[in-house]
């Protein structure tokens, strides 16, 4: 057994979890570096509320109760690899499903706040080594509107280049878990790329490992109120997992237990 191994034998609970967000830190500060860090005379916060304005407007996400997006999913978008369902329920309450041709089922998300998780026999909790949690943040975050609630700090760390436009670089420090970067087009200001810590064990006698996912925001366009991307791409080594938007509908009736 190495040196590393034995210290990390003999860290309480507390401290294996404050030097795994340490690490999963690190893996977004290595993005950072690459970052441009180009002064400018816009605020983190200036860039949040022209985003929330170019993708509908504070008070359409306000008067948002419910919303359901259903779509396809794939490795190429001509061939189908499965479907999946989001629902949201203001204010905290969303849930993820994905169904995965000859595999299973597997649902994540939120009720009230509180994490809720489980599939079927054989569903697909992760693909290409991107949780399917991953994907379900990635969509909550796009009807997010009140940050104060749920992070501790929002800060802009520079400039970088997104499918080849500039964009802002913000960073995400949640009152409980690990931070997140996100990019906005500078121009546009929509969201357009999200980089997030997946965390995975193989086993319980294992140690968990920590790395960064990539997801990109791509073609958006009108539903109702909002302005929504129509892929949703998660990149990967082996490339990327699109998750096509097929239909959106809001306020609607969503019944209480989808989110349990």
């Known amino acids: 057994m190495g040196s590393a191994a034995r210290v990390w034998d003999t860290l309480s609970p507390m ?33 949040l509320e022209r985003h929330i304005a170019a993708t509908g407007g504070m008070e359409a996400r306000k008067a948002l109760h419910t919303l359901v997006a259903r779509g396809d999913f794939g490795w190429i978008l001509t061939h189908r ?6 629902s949201y329920k203001a204010p905290s309450s969303d849930m993820l499903q994905v169904q995965m041709i000859s595999h299973g089922a597997v649902w994540t998300g939120h009720q009230d706040g ?5 599939s079927s026999v054989g569903g ?29 700090r929002i800060e802009l760390v520079g400039l970088a280049d997104v499918d080849g436009r500039r964009a802002y670089a913000l960073r995400f420090t949640p009152k409980s878990g690990d931070p997140s970067l996100r990019y906005y087009d500078m121009q546009n200001f929509l969201l357009v790329r999200m980089d997030q810590v997946q965390r995975f064990r193989q ?14 925001f791509r073609d958006y366009r009108q539903h109702g109120n ?6 949703i791409a998660v990149s ?13 509908t809001a306020d609607g009736p969503v019944a209480d237990s989808v989110f349990r």
Do not use: H
Request: net charge neutral; glycine share 4%.
């Open 15 to 47: 401290w294996r979890r404050t030097v795994l967000k340490i690490i999963g830190f690190a893996f977004l500060c290595s993005t950072v570096s690459a970052i441009q860090r180009t002064p400018t005379s816009i605020t983190a916060q200036e860039i």
């Open 124 to 152: 697909p909790a992760m693909i290409n080594g991107a949780s399917m949690n991953i994907v379900e943040r990635d969509w909550f975050s796009l009807l997010e509107w009140d940050f104060n609630q749920a992070y501790q």
């Open 81 to 86: 690899d499965g479907d999946y369902v989001f």
């Open 226 to 231: 909002l302005k929504l991307p129509s892929t």
């Open 203 to 216: 086993s319980k006698n294992e140690r968990e490992v920590a790395y960064k996912v990539e997801s990109y």
């Open 114 to 118: 509180k994490l809720v998780e489980r």
């Open 236 to 248: 990967r080594t082996e490339g990327e997992l699109r998750f096509q938007l097929d239909n959106v």
